[in-house]
Every structure is written in C-alpha cells, then in structure tokens.
C-alpha cells in the first residue's frame, strides 16, 4: 500500500478562511514530514516541515501538527489568499535519508474571491 | 537558490523507442532522485542516487534506467518506451538538510 495517503484530492475555501489538509502515514520509523506546493503549470517548491521530536510548527500562516500515535500530520495555511491555490504535497521520511521522500497525492487547494 | 535544470521540456516518442532524460545541478548536492508525476498517484520515486557511480531503486523502477555520471549529471533512461511511461518526470536534488529542490519538469509523451 501507499506510505503516505492524502484524503482530499480537491478542497476550496473562500478568502481569508482557513484551509486544513490531511495526511496519514503507515511507517512507525517515518520521523520527516515535509509539505510542497505546486503551482499550476509549476514544479514543486518546499513550503515547510516537521519532525517527529516535535508536534508543532509554525511559519507565518502555515501550521503542520503532527500526531504520531494516530500516524497523523496536516497543514494548517490561516488568512487565505489567492496565491495560496496550488496543489499541496504531503510526503514522509526517515533515516537515514531524510531526503529520500514518499510522497501523496496532492490536495488542489482552490481559493476563491 | 539552488538550481536543478533539465532537458529536455518535452519529448514525445513511440512505443519501443529509447528515451534519454537529462538532469544538472549546480549545487553540489549529494542526492539527486527522479520522480514521475501522474494524476491520482502524486510522485513516485524512481531511482535516487547519492553520489557519482552511485544508483539505489526507488519505489517504481521498472522500465527505467538511471546513471549518475558526476555530482551534478544524472540521467534516466527508457530502453524500450511504453504508452505506461507517458508522464511528467521531475528531477530533484538535495544535501538533506534543506529540503528537495526541483527541476521544472520534462514531459515525456510515448505514443
């Protein structure tokens, strides 16, 4: 099966609301959980991460909370704005190539005026 | 800002043919991976790599080659394309610590 699934393949909020999108993992042994966004027609650019000695983190209007006894981990993006649309990647690792990245299978996140 | 850069941006070519995808980095990142982007299935690993002469099998490696000539080359290769393969390929690299840095993509279309 999948290491890393990603429930919602599509979310749309509306401007300024806020946008949670979750992601749950198999491997007991991921400790990396790293996000990535995708604008269209764009490659892929790191947004933030977490890791597992930690549950919390917190840049600017992203949050990523990790729940390692649910196998747990989502993105929290706060005051939504239209550059905000893209799709999102959830991904895993572990070691000892923190790098060496499983990811989901996106969550287009729409934004709408 | 690191800089990954592949060639080329769009390829087509018919079942049986044989595919060279190119990827360089200018960073001097150990890893670099490649990915194949499909619809439903997000990205799936390749082949990686974490040096020169160095190869490790990613998660869907079937139909694929890959050599990584120096730190800053690596290539993937389709011997024998197939209509399964048609896909948008990324390259990456990293130093694993800061992230993966990623190419703009290359559209590979096998007819």
């Known amino acids: 099966g999948e290491k890393v699934e990603q429930h919602q393949s599509t979310l749309s909020v509306r401007e300024g609301d806020s946008a949670v999108i979750n992601c749950t993992y198999t491997d007991t042994a991921s400790s990396y959980f790293p996000w990535y966004k995708q604008e269209a027609g764009k490659s892929l650019h790191f947004v933030i991460d977490?890791?597992?000695?930690?549950d919390r983190k917190q840049s600017q209007r992203l949050t990523v909370l990790l729940d390692k006894k649910a196998k747990r981990f989502s993105l929290h993006i706060t005051a939504t704005q239209p550059e905000d649309s893209a799709i999102y990647f959830c991904a895993e690792g572990g070691m000892p190539n923190y790098n060496v990245l499983y990811f989901g299978s996106g969550t287009k996140l729409t934004v709408e005026p | 800002e690191a800089a990954v850069t592949q060639s080329p941006r769009n390829k087509v070519t018919v079942t049986g043919g044989n595919v060279t995808l190119s990827c360089r980095q200018t960073n001097s990142h150990n890893y670099m991976y490649w990915y194949r982007q499909d619809t439903g299935h997000g990205l799936r690993l390749i082949h990686y790599?974490?040096?020169?002469?160095?190869?490790q099998i990613g998660d869907v490696p079937d139909g694929y080659k890959a050599t990584r000539t120096t730190q800053e080359d690596f290539f993937l290769l389709l011997e024998l394309a197939s209509p399964s393969q048609t896909s948008l390929y990324f390259c990456?690299?990293?130093?694993?610590?800061?992230?993966?840095?990623f190419g703009h993509g290359t559209k590979l279309s096998v007819l």
């Open positions: 990456a690299s990293s130093d694993n610590r800061a992230g993966l840095f």
């Open positions: 977490i890791r597992s000695n930690v």
């Open positions: 790599s974490y040096g020169a002469g160095n190869l």
